[in-house]
């Protein structure tokens, strides 16, 4: 399938890959004791969504299980695999006339057929389905999928017909101020049209896109610079990276490009002016040290919550030596105190979704300790997995003052070091792994050493420019 008539370096994603997942799964159920014969598995695709109540799309994203097993771009399907032949069948809706002036041409079945290489085509209209969404909990989210409803609204008196009618009035009159806004986003806009801004998130996506034909992100953007780099997702709605870049700071830039739903998850740490400080080098350097002692452990068979202990034990032995920690740090594991400095976990798996799932089948719980909690996998490290490898050492103000108030970690802390770094922020550094029959695949390939850092944004690079804040209102 080709993602893109235009596509310039992109892969060609085949539906042979979802085909051998369809099997694959196939093979698996007919395996699992207790499954009955002639079985049916029913998967339920994403649905198109609108803006609240406008006509305003979102822009669609398949459904994580529905495009591992078909491969499906398209919104609101259906779809159907027989357990003891394989035979996999698509239901597709049928669409009015109206979507051929709108939304292009509406194709035959045939055509979907073909595309995705399933046995049969049928229109959702035309069957009863029965619609057995056959999800289970999400292990990271804790969401199931569930009927929407709002319990208790027979408790309230509604009136769903005076108040409408009063708003679409006001809103088609504008402010001034609502003027003022809309020609910002006008003026932005169209500035975006003829040039390429100095917003990281916004270059990433533009080269994402326009390299490898990546729509979607894997996950909003975090790009915190100075001491929002501690934040361990910032670049949400509240904090949309909006801060400006100041000389001297830290920047942490979490991003990744997603492909055919397929996802990558990347962290930098460098300094703004290309120039590591001798703390900023002495924190990255701690942090470069736990990855590439982790990676360098990984195997097929060892635990993944070893794997975030000796991160954690990294961090203590370099924290010790940069003069923020004193004592043993046998000691200091006891008391937990790596996850003051890393309260994440080290990784999580990745796939279609970029907290994978499968961290945690029935019979595996998570260890429920500071930090390792925190972890997506609780299990043991197979061949063939994609995890990340994500230490971070944050200094976040309120886990450093717990820490301090608690003089069972206190006594380890030296102050007065601390006290330089409250405003640091944080470094963190992750790259994804595939795990192989001895050891790992690193597939990420950005600059990790500080030399190579300073090197790249000394030669190439353009350290990203400080940039003016945008408006407010
Ligand atoms: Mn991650």
């Not at 533009?206 to 915190?224: K, L, N, V």
């Not at 962290?267 to 300094?271: I, L």
């Not at 001895?438 to 850092?453: A, K, N, Q, S």
């Given at each position: 399938l080709s993602a893109s008539a235009h596509s310039f370096k992109c892969i060609l994603v085949s539906a042979a890959l979802f085909a051998e997942n369809r099997r694959r799964l196939c093979q698996g159920l007919k395996a699992k004791e207790g499954i009955v014969s002639k079985s049916v598995v029913v998967l339920q695709g994403g649905e198109q969504k609108q803006r609240y109540c406008t006509d305003t799309d979102i822009l669609f994203r398949q459904e994580s299980f529905f495009h591992?097993?078909?491969?499906?771009?398209?919104?609101?399907?259906?779809?159907a695999i027989d357990v003891d032949s394989g035979k996999s069948i698509l239901f597709v809706p049928k669409l009015p006339e109206s979507y051929a002036t709108w939304m292009g041409e509406i194709y035959p079945k045939q055509h979907f057929k073909e595309r995705y290489a399933v046995d049969e085509v049928h229109y959702t209209c035309d069957v009863s389905l029965p619609v057995l969404t056959q999800r289970g909990q999400n292990t990271d989210s804790g969401s199931?999928?569930?009927?929407?409803?709002?319990?208790?609204?027979?408790?309230?008196?509604?009136n769903n017909t005076l108040l409408y009618p009063v708003i679409v009035e006001c809103r088609l009159i504008k402010t001034d101020m609502e003027l003022e806004v809309l020609r910002y986003t006008n003026r932005i806009s169209s500035e975006a049209h003829k040039m390429v801004c100095f917003l990281p998130c916004s270059l990433f996506q533009?080269?994402?896109?326009?390299?490898?034909?990546?729509?979607?992100?894997?996950?909003?953007?975090?790009?915190?610079t100075g001491s929002n780099s501690s934040i361990l997702h910032y670049g949400h709605a509240g904090a949309p990276n909006d801060k400006t870049i100041v000389d001297g700071d830290m920047c942490l830039f979490d991003m990744g490009g997603e492909y055919y739903c397929y996802s990558s998850d990347i962290?930098?740490?460098?300094?703004a002016n290309g120039k590591f400080t001798p703390d900023q080098r002495a924190i990255y350097e701690a942090v470069l040290k736990s990855s590439r002692a982790v990676m360098a452990a990984i195997k097929p068979g060892v635990k993944w919550t070893n794997m975030h202990r000796l991160a954690d034990r990294v961090h203590l032995e370099e924290l010790v030596?940069?003069?923020?920690?004193?004592?043993?740090?046998?000691?200091m594991m006891k008391v937990h105190l790596g996850s003051v400095f890393m309260p994440h976990g080290l990784g999580h798996l990745l796939g279609i979704d970029v907290h994978d799932v499968g961290g945690y089948p029935e019979g595996v719980d998570r260890v429920n300790e500071p930090g390792l909690?925190?972890?997506r996998m609780g299990r043991l490290v197979q061949e063939r997995m994609v995890l990340t490898v994500e230490p971070g050492i944050y200094f976040i103000n309120h886990l450093l003052d717990q820490a301090l108030a608690n003089d069972a970690q206190s006594c380890f802390i030296n102050n007065q070091e601390l006290a330089r770094f409250r405003s640091f922020g944080g470094v963190r550094i992750e790259d994804d792994i595939a795990v192989t029959?001895?050891?790992?695949?690193?597939?990420?390939?950005?600059?990790?050493?500080?030399?190579?850092?300073?090197a790249f944004m000394a030669d190439s690079a353009k350290p990203f420019s400080p940039v003016v804040s945008s408006e407010k209102f």
């Open positions: 591992w097993a078909f491969g499906v771009t398209e919104s609101d399907c259906f779809a199931i999928s569930r009927e929407a409803s709002f319990e208790g609204i027979s408790r309230f008196q509604v533009h080269h994402c896109y326009s390299q490898g034909g990546m729509r979607h992100t894997s996950y909003t953007c975090i790009c915190g962290t930098c740490s460098f300094p030596k940069i003069g923020i920690l004193k004592g043993n740090v046998e000691d909690r925190s972890l029959a001895d050891g790992v695949e690193l597939l990420t390939c950005v600059p990790r050493t500080v030399e190579e850092i300073e």
